[in-house]
């Protein structure tokens, strides 16, 4: 059970994140130079790869309670960053994310910036492109140290983040274009309930408790976390206070 969420939470986090630079790259791929912009991407792509490597073995040599106690705390508060977003979207008091307007916005920045280039390359679009995929694969990298380091299979988390890398790059070779129709609002909604409940489950037994049942638990704790964020989405829409 615990393996399904793994993959599943590095799958879509990573989907998320790569469907956003995706925009960027294809942005200033259009607008300025595929050379260039494709140049940028694969040095993020070593750069996160030599950061997952460097940091992966590391983390596994602490101990197993402190490591979990640590990482499910980092979790709570990257989850619950993404489950308030998603639960003030889902309310309507937090405008959707676009990435037609997200597009649109990066291809006239990139059509109105200096041309200056440095060994050959488009330095505007490099840089923007492996800025982008750099920050965006940061979490997905965090993501994968985490969940892979606790449950002591960095390589499934790995794999999740790769399938959604893979099929995100194919869908946009393809498209050419923004992946406008994924349901991207949604999928952060999943994802923030995901790491909350991890954060949650982790942070209880690093400290030093219990699940009835271990790892069966997890379930529960997830359906907790769902039909709590629901509660406060429909308690939002009828302007009625948050409980405290």
Do not use: C
């Not at 799958?11 to 200033?28: P, Q, Y």
């Not at 597009?103 to 200096?114: D, V």
């Amino acid at each position: 059970m615990t393996a399904v969420f793994l993959f599943a939470s590095a799958f879509l986090a990573s989907a998320v994140e790569m469907v956003e630079a995706l925009t960027i790259v294809l942005a200033v791929g259009i607008t300025r130079d595929w050379r260039s912009s494709l140049t940028g991407v694969a040095v993020a792509g070593v750069v996160l790869a030599a950061i997952v490597a460097a940091l992966g073995p590391a983390l596994t040599l602490l101990p197993l309670d402190t490591l979990r106690l640590v990482v499910g705390a980092l979790l709570l508060v990257f989850g619950l960053q993404w489950l308030r977003k998603a639960i003030l979207r889902a309310s309507g008091l937090k405008a959707l994310h676009d990435e037609r307007e997200a597009f649109a916005h990066e291809t006239a920045e990139a059509r109105t910036a200096q041309v200056e280039r440095h060994a050959g390359l488009d330095w505007y679009a490099f840089t923007i492109s492996f800025k982008g995929v750099l920050l965006e694969g940061l979490e997905v990298a965090f993501i994968v140290l985490t969940f892979g380091s606790t449950q002591g299979s960095i390589p499934l988390a790995a794999a999740g983040a790769t399938v959604a890398v893979v099929l995100v790059t194919i869908v946009g070779a393809i498209a050419r274009h923004p992946l406008t129709r994924v349901p991207e609002n949604a999928l952060k909604f999943a994802v923030g309930t995901m790491l909350t409940t991890f954060g949650i489950f982790w942070s209880v037994e690093g400290a030093g408790a219990h699940w009835p049942g271990g790892e069966a638990a997890l379930p529960a704790v997830l359906a907790f976390v769902v039909l709590t964020s629901i509660a406060f989405v429909y308690t939002l829409r009828r302007g009625e206070p948050v409980p405290a």
